[in-house]
């Protein structure tokens, strides 16, 4: 599981990137980003979020979102990328 920060906006999204091929790649299976934590984010957090994705299936893995704000939701639509970070019960 790849856990995200509580905070993650502009300022701390890149440094948050740079481990998230090698945290993308010791996962077993499916990836699932657990957002749970989050509670200061920006668009950001997508970016973080799609770049996960694009790693998983790089790797030939499954992708999920876990525990997700319903805000990050909300901008998610907004942004028209809802369907590319899946939610996982």
Known sequence: MVTLPAVLTH?????FTDGLKQAVLSQPGEVVADASALQEFDSSALAVLLACR????????AFAVRGAPARLGQLARLYGVADLIPATA
Request: glycine share 16%; net charge positive.
């Open 11 to 15: 300022a701390v999204a890149a440094g």
């Open 54 to 61: 694009r790693e998983a299936l790089a790797a030939g893995k």
